[in-house]
């Protein structure tokens, strides 16, 4: 039986930057949770017309919406609920997104896709929660009148009134689909969402206009690259041999506490496997003119200038960003999962992990900040062996030597700051782990969603089974992962 014990802790003075998944503010959630109170039952069908005409209802504020009465139930049954479904819909939104618009760009690198769903997560903070702008109305109308999901599926409406964006609202009305209904219905949503944004960035971000392939240059070095695809050597043994069974990671010498791993599930699609298994800076090694590719290029009379192959970097680059929001979706998942467990109270089974349904909106982003670690990435990456899953003598031999010394050798090289070594090579390795989630996401979605959450569930086990009581998290993060992750500067 897993057991877990969440304690509030104390609202840091510095912000956490740096945090893959942002809670709302509590501030503005506590402000809204008073007045979320200040409901009004609506007739269905007045529904199409509470947003655009106020002669009807005077007594409105101009904060109130519509939402499902379900919703509106479930947010008075617990007031933590905002925190899940703000999480919850606003990861779903943002690795969804990123999936679309690779889709869109075509062969588009993963700084150019996540660059576009940055953009989106301020579109919708700044212009959808400005009340004078008109994609203001237009999404607040959308939220309870869309033509899609909403209208057809909810019957019973009522006016909420709340103090904090329209942002939030339409990441909990997310979250709260994202509960209830089937996933493929909340993808519509967001297709309607992604179609809003597209059209208020028509002027900036037109998807016929970008031209990843230039010219004949381009299409050799996309045949190139494929056939490097389709010969290098896969370690399967290093990957999937049988001594998977007895892997496992370490997360503080000082407490000797292991986390046992599930078998690394194994990708059948050689395309996925070997983009997944390459960082995205092994474009340059592929450039070394003792590697194979280099010499096929200059074969055909072209050089090996870095700036000439960015094609290739953003070909591989798409994963580790799609593995990022991906992985921080199935925290939010999970810690709302065990804390509805424990709330539900009843016996508990070897499935369920007790985590305590008030958890602070702190102590959520802590834990979710602890689970997407690039120092916890770093170690998945080196037990499950992903950095050497490709059979390349040269690409190997020089990322131990330039890219991973400390890692490889235990010694640091001369003249660097351990910590900022440190830093730098999880933060390396642990794209590695990010990749292959991505490509296993795409491949067997069903496999990557149970896969890392039997992970992190072993990993709050150990977490919890390692705190006294009267430790908090936040030491919790010196003491087992050997870092601490509050402010700009981590001390190892």
């Known amino acids: 039986m897993l057991t877990a014990r969440l304690r509030p802790i104390p609202i840091p003075t510095s912000t956490m930057k740096g945090n893959r998944g942002k809670a709302i503010d509590s501030t503005k959630l506590d402000v809204a949770g008073d007045n979320m109170g200040k409901t009004t039952a609506a007739p269905s069908d007045h529904r199409h017309y509470l947003h655009t005409t106020s002669h009807h209802h005077q007594a409105q504020s101009k904060h109130s919406i519509l939402i499902p009465s379900p919703l509106n139930a479930l947010l008075h049954s617990d ?3 905002k925190y899940h479904f703000y999480n919850l819909g606003g990861d779903f939104i943002r690795v969804s997104a990123y999936r679309r618009f690779k889709q869109l760009f075509r062969i588009g ?8 769903v940055f953009d989106l997560s301020t579109f919708l903070k700044r212009e959808v929660n400005d009340e004078k702008s008109g994609v203001h109305l237009q999404f607040k109308n959308y939220l309870t009148s869309n033509s899609t999901i909403l209208q057809k599926k909810e019957t019973n409406w009522c006016i909420c009134d709340h103090q904090f964006g329209l942002r939030n609202w339409l990441f909990i009305v997310f979250g709260y689909m994202l509960q209830t209904y089937r996933e493929e ?4 949503c967001l297709d309607d969402v992604i179609k809003m944004y597209l059209n208020a960035r028509k002027n900036r971000i037109d998807p016929d206009n970008i031209r990843i392939i230039r010219d004949e240059r381009d299409n050799f070095t996309l045949a190139t690259f494929e056939n490097y695809i389709n010969t290098v050597e896969i370690q399967e043994d290093l990957l999937f041999g049988s001594t998977s069974s007895t892997r496992f990671v370490t997360i503080s010498p000082a407490y000797n506490q292991r ?8 990708l059948h699609n050689r395309n996925l496997l070997v983009k997944a298994l390459m960082h995205k800076e092994f474009y340059r090694l592929l450039l070394d003119p003792r590697h194979r590719f280099a010499q096929t290029m200059q074969s055909h009379n072209y050089d090996l200038s870095f700036g000439e192959y960015g094609l290739i970097r953003k070909e591989i680059s798409f994963l580790d960003g799609l593995g990022d929001f991906f992985l921080a979706q199935e925290t939010s998942r999970l810690i709302f999962d065990l804390c509805r467990n424990n709330s539900k109270g009843g016996v508990t089974t070897e499935e369920d992990s007790i985590l305590n349904p008030n958890v602070s909106s702190q102590t959520y982003n802590l834990l979710k ?3 997407a670690t690039n120092t916890l990435m770093s ?3 080196k037990c499950y062996n992903l950095y050497q899953g490709l059979n390349d003598p040269i690409i190997n031999t020089r990322i131990a030597d330039e890219w991973i010394p400390y890692t490889t050798t235990g010694v640091l090289p001369r003249g660097k700051d351990v910590d900022e070594v440190r830093i730098y090579e999880e933060e390396f390795l642990g794209d590695f782990f990010e990749s292959y989630m991505a490509a296993l996401l795409i491949e067997q979605p069903t496999v990557a969603k149970s896969f890392i959450r039997e992970i992190y569930k072993q990993l709050i086990s150990v977490m919890t089974k390692t705190l006294p009581p009267e430790v908090t998290y936040q030491n919790w993060t010196m003491n087992i992962l050997g870092r601490n992750i509050y402010g700009k500067k981590e001390v190892a």
């Open 259 to 266: 986390i046992y791993l599930p078998p690394l599930p194994k």
């Open 185 to 188: 219905e909340v993808h519509e």
């Open 369 to 371: 900040m602890i689970l």
């Open 379 to 381: 170690k998945l990456t």
């Open 109 to 116: 690198g993963g700084s150019l896709i996540k660059e576009i």
């Open 79 to 81: 007031r933590h609920m």
